[in-house]
């Protein structure tokens, strides 16, 4: 703030603590602002594109995550400028609305920052280059609707779908198996779209991941595969046909809510009582049995008796299972939640054709897999990989391409990648900008030369001579239209 | 100076901040300059945006005044007086809060040279108050009514003055787009009073296209228990049941104690315990509701047994969006679910959840009263999204004026230029005094178009000379000319439909500039805090003595 003084000399406080108090304006805020935007957008550049390079983020707390993703490298940068702030949104809302591009969502506003700040040099306003740029944006959207294309899908025919979302992970680590992982993301968005309102819940996609095996080891499992093991060792491991009870209500006698208090003060009633409690035991299970459930599935735990129980009676059992898995096994199994024994009927049992329990390598890990499932609406895509790190990255991957395959689901015309969009865009921009009277040309010129970042920054990327290829491809694209 | 020899009267306590007199009035006035500076380059559509960013590190970008003068924290008296008159501004009027403090600024820096010749305050207040008294009555005589006219054509009217408050706004380049927005979902609500049926919600992700309005509720999807998944999620004609209980199993009473002599009375209390809560659900179900939405706690039994039965519930819905829905759907919020009758459930055509950005929204639309709507709103950042609430409540704000009162002038400096031409003209009958003063009133409000060009970059003199001839035309045609901020030059505001509301932040500025010249002492008390009291100590005997002194030569001018 510019201290104000009064008629002797004397300065006045307007402002609390002013002196304290920083103020930055007029061109040199502007170019302040836009430099710190330029170099967030300098660190995403090399992992654009397919042989973009990946980067290893260190948390101070020693976690290691090694990724591409614009949005997870900026998440985890942990910036402090506001205005690098602000890229870090724009890439978060991208990843939110689309899944994908948020590594060239930041490299495109860098460089529309870049080429504004030539402009502002020039003394144009800025609010004028703001304008200028929301005219080309306008234009460069119009023609990516005239030269998108449409493609048909349907459930048997998802090779355009699978096409696309292989381009999504060509740039990704993962991009050796990207064939099959394709395949799977589109084969597991298929399965929970309902395609008549064209809504996708990703909720319903469950991506797991275990460390071991190998990448190609990963699958698609229509059904739901949950880190637990049978409550007992010696209940079966494979049970066919499945009749799963799923509660949530755990296996011991019911509290009531409100506090109590038993008196016991005889021999007696305290017999009284612990046959109460064993009954209990016994006639829940009972219950389980006689609506022909042949597997339990229970949110809470029990006890060792219990167990014991459930054991002798031969039904098998799992307990501590989550909340959305339990949610989701439901779904999958087209059983309902029962919350009180009292309520279990046939009708309301899950039905799965095939539930294993399946172990890994040498570890004592075990995993239960329900599949078969009466409603294949929940799905599971279980991820193999020789680290976390690896499995993490993987993770994010497939995200990217359920989003995209999602996407297409809800939308389904194309551009090409590869650049060529933005080369298009970029050319029908600048040819639309002689149009335009006033300083706004100058911007939409400008914004045209900042279309043409993503294909250098690719060809970059890819060793590539970055101006010798764009001007190639440009005069090709010209040509040929 | 004969005062300086005796001993001094302590009359205050020590460290008390004292200062009067004509450089007092002096000084006030510079500190409002000062401040107006800070959002002088906000006005108008090519009006610069301020990024403020605080101590806790929060950000906001805005170029809307009042929201500035907030975040600025000013401590000076005086210039305080501005920040409020801004609030007041936008709480009253919602839009035009720049304008208002740069006016009141402008008529402070205009009556400075008069105060420093000697004149008395009170003489300006009152040609101030002359002055601004006659501009209002102007005002009213050139505003054109808006009455009378068909729907159609009112929609069309009132977007163009929301167009022409989102024109200095961030989400300027979508303004058809957001006037449209804006229009409808005022002309939902009504003329009712209610500000607060009009929701909006911030989704990022997306760009601004994106953003839509539902002519009925739209919300967040709340927190949910298993089994919530299993509940259908669209409704066609639903019927809903809104309530304010806790449909969970819990303790009835938090103090109670049961005491049990027979174990064998133990599952009774458990039974009786969950045919409490199993009534409750079972009377919900009974009223036929399809949909049940709760401010409080809907628990997972209770989820699902909804599910089970085929209804969509939502728990902890907030207050204002349960309000809204209530409104909306005709129907009234339950604090019990006994006697349910079919009048307190509302009833909407679609009821639907639907994903929007990273959410999941439940959307309530065709409302039978309609009297509600709802703006969702898309964009890149959150400061982004913050800024075009803003904006979009500032729109929202105008409209609902405009529909009220009916009369819109022309915008773009024009009305400003207006006055001022009418003001000096007028000055011209007066005798006395009070004629320089009211000139100096009306070269202040010139302000505004000078302004306007200077913040786009255009040579303000040659515009605003431009403007006066054309104002000058004694036939009264150059009326609405204001400045053409695309080429400019000057143009018909009126007929590019740059239209404002006809009320004029012009009364509240006059006052604002009153009271700032109407106070000639401000005494200032020491801070409590101890830490400071020493050097507030220092700085009042060192102020009290510069104060005696500056007293003096105020005395002796005089």
């Given amino acids: 703030m510019a201290l104000a003084f009064d008629e002797y000399g004397r300065p006045f406080i307007i402002i609390k603590e002013q002196e304290q108090k920083t103020r930055l304006r007029g061109l040199d805020a502007q170019k302040a602002n836009i430099s710190a935007g330029r170099s967030v957008a300098r660190i995403l550049r090399t992992s654009l594109g397919p042989k973009g390079m990946d980067k290893m983020l260190s948390s101070p707390d020693g976690d290691v995550t090694i990724t591409n993703d614009g949005a997870t490298i900026l998440e985890q940068m942990d910036v402090d400028n506001q205005i690098a702030k602000l890229m870090v949104e724009l890439s978060r809302s991208q990843d939110y609305e689309i899944g994908d591009g948020t590594t060239g969502v930041v490299v495109m506003a860098g460089s529309l920052l870049e080429q504004a700040e030539k402009l502002l040099e020039r003394g144009i306003h800025p609010i004028r280059i703001a304008e200028g740029y929301e005219l080309a944006s306008r234009i460069a959207v119009e023609h990516l609707e005239r030269i998108a294309h449409k493609f048909e899908f349907g459930e048997n025919n998802i090779e355009s779908l699978v096409q696309t979302c292989m381009t999504t992970l060509s740039s990704k680590i993962v991009n050796r198996c990207k064939r099959k992982l394709a395949e799977i993301s589109v084969k597991a968005v298929l399965a929970v779209a309902d395609l008549e309102r064209k809504d996708v819940n990703l909720d319903l996609i469950k991506v797991d991941g275990k460390v071991g095996g190998k990448l190609e080891d990963t699958e698609l499992i229509y059904g739901i595969v949950v880190d637990k093991d049978m409550s007992h060792p010696q209940m079966p491991k494979q049970i066919q046909d499945a009749n799963i009870a799923i509660l949530t209500c755990p296996f011991e006698p019911p509290k009531p809510k409100t506090k109590h208090k038993v008196d016991i003060d005889t021999v007696e009633k305290f017999e009284t009582l612990r046959k109460q409690e064993q009954q209990y035991f016994d006639d829940m299970v009972q219950k389980c049995k006689d609506v022909g459930a042949t597997l339990v599935i229970c949110q809470w735990g029990f006890d060792d008796e219990a167990n014991h129980l459930l054991m002798h009676r031969n039904l098998p059992a799992v307990r501590w299972v989550g909340g959305v898995e339990l949610e989701l096994i439901a779904i999958a199994t087209g059983g309902r939640i029962v919350p009180r024994f009292q309520e279990l009927t046939a009708e309301k049992l899950g039905k799965a054709g095939l539930v294993r329990e399946k172990s890994f390598g040498t570890t004592k890990d075990r995993m239960l897999y329900i599949e078969h499932c009466a409603n294949s609406r929940a799905v599971t895509i279980f991820i193999r990989g020789g680290n976390k790190m690896m499995i993490e990255e993987t993770k994010r991957s497939i995200h990217d391409a359920l989003c995209v395959a999602r996407n297409l689901i809800r939308n389904n015309s194309i551009v090409y990648g590869g650049g060529s969009a933005e080369i298009a865009c970029s050319i029908a921009v600048e040819a639309a900008a002689d149009r335009y009277p006033g300083v706004e040309q100058y911007a939409i010129r400008a914004f045209a030369d900042a279309l043409d970042a993503i294909p250098m920054a690719l060809a970059e990327n890819s060793g590539l001579q970055p101006i010798e290829t764009l001007s190639a491809v440009k005069s090709q694209q010209i040509k040929v239209t | ?558």
């Fill in chain 2, 1 to 558: 100076m004969a005062s300086m020899m005796q001993p001094q009267i302590i009359l205050l306590k020590e460290g008390t901040d004292t200062s009067q007199g004509k450089a007092q009035l002096v000084s006030n006035i510079n500190a409002c300059t000062a401040v107006a500076d800070v959002v002088r380059t906000t006005l108008g559509p090519r009006g610069m945006d301020k990024l403020i960013h605080d101590a806790n590190g929060s950000v906001t970008i805005s170029n809307d005044g009042a929201t500035i003068m907030k975040l600025l924290d000013i401590v000076h008296p005086a210039a305080k007086i501005l920040v409020d008159i801004a609030k007041s501004q936008d709480s009253e009027v919602g839009d035009g809060t720049t304008t208002v403090v740069l006016l009141a600024a402008e008529f402070l820096r205009e009556a400075k040279p008069f105060i420093e010749d000697g004149v008395h305050p009170q003489n300006l207040i009152r040609s101030y108050r002359i002055a601004c008294n006659l501009a209002i009555d102007k005002v009213k005589g050139l505003a054109t009514s808006i009455e009378g006219k068909s729907l159609e054509e009112k929609k069309s009217l009132l977007s163009k003055c929301a167009q022409t408050t989102l024109n200095s706004k961030l989400i300027g380049g979508e303004k058809e787009f957001f006037a449209t927005m804006v229009v409808n979902a005022v002309i939902a609500i009504g003329t009712d009073d209610r500000l607060n049926m009009i929701g909006i919600k911030k989704v990022p992700g997306g760009n601004m296209r994106d953003s839509f309005l539902v002519d009925g509720v739209a919300f967040k999807k709340t927190f949910s228990y298993a089994g919530f998944e299993q509940q259908p999620k669209k409704f066609l004609n639903p019927k809903i049941l809104l309530l304010n209980i806790e449909l969970e199993l819990k303790s009835e009473k938090e103090n109670a104690e049961i005491r049990l002599s027979d174990p064998s009375q133990y599952q009774s209390i458990v039974d009786a315990e969950w045919n409490i809560i199993y009534e409750k659900l079972d009377k919900c179900v009974q009223s036929g509701a399809k949909v049940v939405l709760s401010r409080l706690a809907i628990g997972d039994l209770a989820t699902q047994y909804f599910a089970d039965r085929d209804i969509f519930c939502a728990g902890r819905v907030a207050e204002e969006d349960l309000q809204r829905v209530a409104a909306a759907t005709g129907g009234t919020v339950q604090t019990t679910v006994n006697n349910v009758i079919d009048e307190v459930l509302g009833t909407c055509e679609v009821f639907e959840e639907k994903q929007v950005g990273n959410e999941r929204f439940n959307i309530f639309s065709g409302c039978p009263s309609g009297r509600t709507a709802t703006i969702v709103l898309r964009g890149g950042a959150d400061q982004f999204i913050e800024e075009a609430e803003r904006s979009l409540h500032d729109a929202i704000m105008i409209v609902r004026r405009a529909l009220k009162n009916s009369t819109v002038v022309a915008g773009g400096g024009a009305i400003d230029m207006e006055i001022s031409r009418y003001l000096r003209q007028h000055a011209r009958s007066i005798s006395g005094k009070s004629q320089l003063f009211i000139n100096s009133y009306a070269k202040a409000l010139e302000i505004i178009p000078r302004q306007l060009c200077d913040n786009a970059g255009f040579d303000a003199t040659d515009v605003l000379n431009k403007l006066r001839q054309k104002h000058a035309h004694a036939s009264g045609e150059g009326a609405p000319y204001g400045v053409d901020i695309n080429t400019g030059g000057i143009a018909d505001s009126f007929a590019n439909f740059v239209w404002e509301p006809a009320i004029n932040a012009i009364n509240a500025a006059t006052e604002a500039a009153c009271l700032v010249l109407s106070v000639d002492e401000t005494v200032k008390n020491p801070k409590s805090e101890s830490a400071q009291g020493d050097a507030a100590m220092m700085g009042g005997r060192g102020r009290g003595g510069a104060m005696r002194g500056g007293r003096g030569r105020g005395m002796r001018r005089r």
